[in-house]
């Protein structure tokens, strides 16, 4: 197959980070032989930096390359800055395929952002290429959350258009796979196609390649229960709840927790004002791969708060944990919850309850209970988060829909 992959959010070969979805997507096809045209962004969001001033086309392998389609800089997530910029990456990228003497068998884009899809279904078409939208966030819905309930109707008045594009998008794909069922139900709703191919594939790590660079370091045992929240530390995580539950717990249980951070965002000055009155947490800041891989060999529970409203599903945040023999601590109400608390991968509480956090910690000093989540957890992921079996299924299942 001949595959275009469409990603503004992950990250690409480039970048000194682990690989995401599409990233590995793009890679996982290029081992299998397809012939792979990744694109991303001249503008990275992650680092709010450019990558290249310019589209540039960077060279892998014989049949592997990225192509950085060029949008503009912004520095706020919410800014019209930011529409602007996907504006202009939609009209780039679909004059980049106007002007192409290639065509693909089949393309694959993420959901977000919402243009770019619009665009795409629309040349793809006009030129009768398949495509399968995937999907990260439900956009537009997932910006209610930010909306006061009585709002939604007039919101969802004024969001109209993107309500319309989101749903000519959907419903002219030759399939919608998602990183959760949740997310599928939701895309379901907009389409029309009998045809229609619909497949959950969770996010996934390279598990075997987890576990020999974590066998590497060894695990710090001793009294101190070690936790890690590892990063975006915007105002959408609950930071604040884990950061009492770790004032709770020095000041009932002293020196037996360690909470570790790493990344940035917005808590970022909160976390560092708890750091200079409590001797259990520590701020790192920004971290690479391979420090992260070395602060989760040494830790014991992974923590995932999220605030009250949150609409994410599984996040990546899920397997990447898993993947290191890390139980959760989960706050998100979403599928997450239902395969923690089914499989005994972690406990769950509710958003912003610090004390049933804190309950749920003391829980795991318990060494035996705490063993068998981290069995749990590998178990788990070599089943359902496996990088070589996610994307092998769904490889085959792009071939699928191709026959």
């Given amino acids: 197959m001949k595959i275009w992959i469409i990603s503004l959010y992950d990250p690409t070969e480039i970048d000194d ?3 995401m979805r599409f990233l590995s997507l793009a890679q996982k096809s290029a081992e299998f032989q397809h012939e792979v045209t990744y694109f991303s962004n001249t503008f990275r969001h992650a680092t709010k930096k450019n990558r290249f001033e310019k589209q540039t086309t960077v060279e892998h392998s014989e049949n592997y390359k990225t192509i950085f389609i060029k949008s503009s800089a912004y520095k706020k997530n919410m800014s019209l800055w930011r529409l602007f910029s996907h504006y202009e990456y939609a009209k780039n990228i679909i004059n980049f395929f106007n002007n192409s003497q290639e065509k693909p068998d089949i393309i694959v884009s993420a959901l977000p952002p919402i243009l770019t899809n619009y665009k795409l279904s629309k040349w ?11 999907v990260i966030d439900p956009w537009p819905e997932i910006f ?3 909306v006061p309930k009585w709002l939604h109707l007039p919101f969802k008045i004024l969001m109209y258009p993107f309500y319309y594009q989101v749903k000519f998008a959907i419903k002219n794909a030759s399939g919608i796979f998602s990183i959760s069922k949740q997310y599928i139900f939701w895309a379901e709703k907009f389409k029309s196609r009998k045809n229609q191919i619909n497949d959950v594939f969770y996010p996934s790590v390279d598990l075997d390649k987890y576990q020999k ?3 590497k370091y060894k695990r710090i045992n001793n009294s101190k229960v070690r936790l890690v929240y590892a ?3 915007g105002l959408s995580y609950d930071i604040p709840c884990i950061l009492n539950a770790a004032k709770l717990l020095e000041d009932n249980y002293p020196g037996k927790t360690e909470f570790i951070f790493a990344g940035l965002g917005g808590h970022e000055d909160l976390i560092k004002s708890y750091q200079k009155d409590y001797k259990n947490i520590d701020y790192l800041g920004r971290i690479g791969h391979t420090e992260l891989l070395e602060l989760y060999a ?12 949150a609409t994410q599903s599984i996040t990546y945040k899920f397997f990447d944990y898993l993947g290191a023999g890390l139980p959760i601590l989960n706050s998100l109400q979403s599928e997450m919850s ?3 608390e089914k499989n005994d991968l972690g406990l769950n509480n509710l958003p912003g309850d610090f004390n049933k956090l804190a309950e749920n910690i003391v829980q ?5 209970l705490l063993n068998l989540y981290r069995k749990n957890a590998i178990n788990f992921t070599s089943k359902f988060g496996d990088n070589k079996i996610v994307y092998k299924n769904y490889i085959e299942t792009l071939q699928q829909i191709l026959t």
């Avoid at 793809?124 to 995937?134: E, G, R, T």
């Fill in 364 to 368: 795991l000093f318990d060494n035996d």
């Fill in 17 to 19: 980070t682990r690989p």
């Fill in 213 to 215: 660079e974590m066998s």
């Fill in 124 to 134: 793809c078409l006009k030129n009768k290429i398949p495509y399968v939208i995937d």
């Fill in 144 to 146: 209610l959350r930010i």
């Fill in 231 to 233: 990063g975006n530390l």
């Fill in 338 to 340: 239902e395969l923690i």
């Fill in 298 to 309: 040494s830790s014991d529970i992974g923590l995932a708060q999220y605030s009250e409203g």
